[in-house]
């Protein structure tokens, strides 16, 4: 019987170690003394409600479908200006928003409005083409959550000088939230390098058919890379390099003209892009692999 109490008492123990499986026994509580009546103690106060996440990833959904808005019309009056030396306010000229999955639009007061999914989008052109003229583009939110939003931004030339103001709500990067957003996304950070070295060789390409030789000059070649949404371009250690959003790019040419190679490079400089290198050269060889990012 000694032995068999032992056991037990060796068994509770581990049981207390391995997770408190014992359970104590407690002595029973004293009855507690009369208590004189009193006042009702105060409800506690109610708690304000969080605004829900659906609630959150609808409002981000809308500043992303108005950055995609934005995105694709200041393509279209780029490519415009690229033809013409000019903004344009004809809105006919430019790509339409992308409508809502069912095919819908909001309303417009009147065809000088394009019309997206919840927002609709004006233009406006100010100054003397082609060096002194900027042109803005204002979204406007109709109904629902979007109802009360309005954005604008200005790009253009100011005394021959690039100017872009952007607003600062809309600094999404990368619109692939929960819920796809109406438009076009934007590319894949890797793709900005790799679609601004495909058109760095173009513009070295086209100034040989001229010039009968290479330049490590991009701005003789013609390259200049666009900038990020807001306008901002990434730090360059020095002039031989050029800036775009997230990217550095710099040329190397070897060879006396017209038997020259060259060879391009691209540099990340920040955001999720940070020290990736992408070079393409003459022969077009990528390395590493061509990313097989669209031009």
């Known amino acids: 019987m000694r032995s068999l109490s032992f056991r037990v008492i060796r068994l509770v123990s581990v049981l207390v170690v391995l997770g408190g499986c014992e359970r104590q026994e407690k002595p029973p509580a004293p009855t507690p003394a009369p208590v004189k009546a009193s006042a009702p103690a105060p409800a506690p106060a109610p708690v304000a409600p969080s605004r829900s996440s659906t609630e959150a990833e609808l409002r981000e959904r809308l500043r992303c479908e108005a950055l995609l808005g934005f995105s694709g019309l200041l393509a279209g009056q780029q490519e415009f200006f690229g033809e013409k030396d000019a903004w344009t306010e004809d809105v006919t000229r430019l790509p339409s928003p992308a409508p809502c999955t069912d095919g819908s639009r909001v309303p417009t007061p009147d065809a000088t409005w394009l019309a997206g999914c919840h927002f609709r989008y004006a233009v406006s052109v100010a100054g003397s083409a082609p060096d002194n003229s900027t042109f803005s583009v204002r979204a406007v939110g109709v109904g629902g959550l979007a109802e009360g939003l309005t954005y604008t931004m200005t790009h253009g030339y100011v005394d021959r000088q690039p100017v872009r103001v952007w607003p600062s709500e809309l600094v ?85 003209a017209p038997e020259q190679t060259f060879r391009l490079t691209a540099r990340g400089m920040k955001g999720p892009v940070v020290e990736r290198v992408l070079t393409l050269d003459s022969q077009y060889i990528w390395s590493p692999a061509d990313p097989g990012c669209a031009p």
Request: glycine share 10%; charged share 25%; hydrophobic share 35%.
């Open 172 to 256: 999404i990067e990368d619109c692939h939230g929960v819920r796809r957003p109406e438009g076009t996304p934007l590319p894949a950070p890797l793709c900005e390098g790799a679609s601004n070295l495909k058109a760095f060789f173009a513009s070295q390409k086209a100034y040989f058919g001229e010039k009968d030789r290479y330049s490590e000059s991009a701005a003789q070649v013609g390259f200049l890379p666009e900038p990020c949404l807001d306008g901002t371009r990434a730090p360059v250690p020095d002039d031989t390099w050029i800036a775009g959003c997230r990217f550095i790019y710099r040329a190397e040419v070897s060879g006396t």
